[in-house]
């Protein structure tokens, strides 16, 4: 079945410094794909989309461009806040049976040092 | 603007006993989803439903049951709790992926804890 994989966490970075967060995954379609992050007590939250080849989600200074030769979806961040400290997860949505069902990576969390 | 809301937001059940959590949204959605959070497995589907009387199983259903009677409610029950049901349960709503906006939205969250 279809499936995500995500970078381990935690990663733990200095103020400044550049992000990546890995994700790649496996589907029989075309999904779309997407990045949520978690605040710390909250709930889920899109960060960025993309919904066909090619295309390159961005919010808040995060990009992610839709691999799929190399069926991947890598989050990518050129100055990190402490703001930024979070639970990121990479999910696909498989458009044949159009239910919307989200299926997740395990999140990876990011914390981010002065 | 209260987007998807949860109740409750913690509970402590014994093993054994019933609930249902309530999840509530504003934003006149088809679908709605009940995800379990566990450390290091991400988000797992439950049950979800495409529209008003219509419900199906996700991932991991057993031990639940769900309902939706209205568009905007969907209930998931716990009959008999066990351990091993201790989670953050997520409600979401989406519209179908062929709209403009296909992303889920959550809830805050249901911590429960069953002892």
């Known amino acids: 079945g279809d499936s995500v994989t995500q970078m381990e966490g935690p990663v733990t970075l200095s103020e400044e410094a550049f992000l990546t967060i890995n994700c790649t995954y496996t589907a029989t379609g075309y999904p779309s794909l997407f990045w949520y992050v978690q605040y710390p007590g909250e709930g889920l939250q899109l960060l960025l989309k993309a919904t066909k080849a090619d295309d390159k989600g961005s919010n808040k200074g995060f990009e992610a461009t839709y691999r799929k030769e190399t069926t991947s979806f890598h989050l990518e961040k050129g100055s990190v806040q402490v703001s930024d400290s979070a639970v990121y997860f990479c999910?696909?949505?498989?458009?044949?049976?159009?239910?919307?069902?989200?299926?997740f990576g395990q999140g990876t969390t990011l914390q981010v040092k002065p | 603007n209260a987007g998807v809301t949860q109740t409750p937001k913690f509970r402590v059940l014994k093993t054994g006993q019933s609930m249902t959590l309530l999840c509530a949204q504003d934003m006149n959605h088809e679908y709605m989803y009940w995800y379990r959070q566990d450390p290091g497995m991400g988000l797992r589907l439950i049950h979800y439903s495409v529209g008003e009387g219509t419900t199906a199983k996700g991932e991991v259903p057993d031990g639940y049951n769900v309902s939706r009677l209205k568009k905007q409610n969907f209930l998931l029950g716990l009959e008999s709790a066990a351990p091993s049901q201790t989670s953050v349960y997520f409600c979401?709503?989406?519209?179908?992926?062929?709209?403009?906006?296909?992303?889920?939205?959550f809830g805050q969250g249901t911590r429960l804890t069953v002892v």
């Open positions: 979401a709503s989406s519209y179908p992926l062929d709209r403009f906006r296909p992303e889920a939205f």
């Open positions: 999910a696909l949505s498989e458009r044949s049976g159009n239910t919307g069902k989200l299926i």
